[in-house]
């Protein structure tokens, strides 16, 4: 099981190839003042790219058993597989200009990126995800249930390719923990971050770029490494 989210998107043409490749994300800056950061005009644009993209509906086998966080990552891949999902990065904005954005963009997933308390996950009318780092005082907090739908791993900056010690997720796959990794990803060593214990999904921005725009290239090796151990398990 692997979800891809391709993020940093600012053009719908390049939303389009990522989809066309095999994307079940992509992902937006809807924070001010960002290198990546998009106007709502252009974000309604890949939007309408977004949901207007379908695929034929897969079948993942519902297990005897599974946590919450399988059953979350098994349900969303199988979602954002038929009609690929539309994610929003916020950092630090106020409630109200998030679920602002939520509403007239037409948000399938809020990415809280910033300090935001986690009881704002359940203020938004929509999935979430809640990005944590390891090592830090709530890294804690990437397992509330009740909280986020699924939390992201990232380095400690955020888009800038910062990568996480992939050992420090240890314990949080012990606990039963699924979660996106996000950090330093690219075509090379995404199947590797892929085989990390806990890991349901993946997260790129600047590992498939040529800036400024997302590169067809990298794009298409990236989706095809992440997606190679997916295919490889269901060929066993």
Known sequence: MVIVKICGVRRPQDAKIALENGANLIGIILVPDRKRTVDIQTAKAIAKVVHEFNRAPINIPEPEEETLWEQRARLLEIASHSNPMLVGVVQNQSLDDVLSLQREIGLDIVQFHGDEPLSWCREVPARTFKRFTPNTENFCDALEPDAHFLPLIDGEVGGNGEPVDWASLQQLAQEGGKFLLAGGLNSENVE?????????????????????????????????????????????
Request: net charge positive.
């Open 192 to 236: 590797s971050a892929c085989r990390v214990s806990g890991v349901v999904g993946v997260d790129v921005s600047g590992g498939v770029e040529s800036y400024p725009y997302k590169d067809e290239k990298k794009i298409r090796s990236f989706i095809k490494a992440a997606k190679s151990l997916h295919q490889k398990e269901y060929q066993e």
